[in-house]
């Protein structure tokens, strides 16, 4: 399975960007997928999941109430829209698929990575 990211950018606190993730190599429906962030010098956050049906869970410090996912089937793509962002928010967003849990929130229950896009939020 190959996870290509696309989207990232520099935007001013208080915007909005939109990533992307295409996956490619198995059936892009019978995984789930999660969005994660990187910042230097520090582990992967989850930011948020979403299964296989549409449901989804979210960070409840970071994603929820500012980060949407969605995903399309036909597209074997997944989607972060986030809005309102602020300069904590900088760090390299990676995409990953999962074929275990249902909406997994854990960096080890995901099987395959993207390389990530860099979002930068200046203030």
């Known amino acids: 399975v190959q996870l290509q990211a696309f989207g990232g950018g520099l935007v001013q606190a208080g915007g909005s960007l939109t990533l992307s993730c295409v996956v490619s190599?198995?059936?892009?429906?019978?995984?789930?997928m999660g969005w994660f962030r990187r910042i230097p010098g520090m582990e992967r956050e989850f930011e948020a999941a979403?299964?296989?049906?549409?449901?989804?869970?979210y960070d409840v410090n970071s994603a929820k109430g500012r980060f949407t996912i969605s995903r399309d089937n036909a597209k074997n793509t997944v989607y972060l829209q986030m809005n309102n962002l602020k300069p904590e928010d900088t760090a390299v967003y990676l995409c990953?698929?999962?074929?275990?849990?249902?909406?997994?929130?854990?960096?080890?229950?995901?099987?395959?990575w993207g390389q990530g896009t860099q979002v930068t939020v200046s203030s």
């Open positions: 190599g198995r059936t892009f429906s019978n995984y789930a």
């Open positions: 979403i299964g296989w049906a549409g449901d989804s869970a």
């Open positions: 990953a698929a999962s074929g275990g849990a249902q909406i997994p929130a854990g960096s080890y229950e995901y099987d395959y």
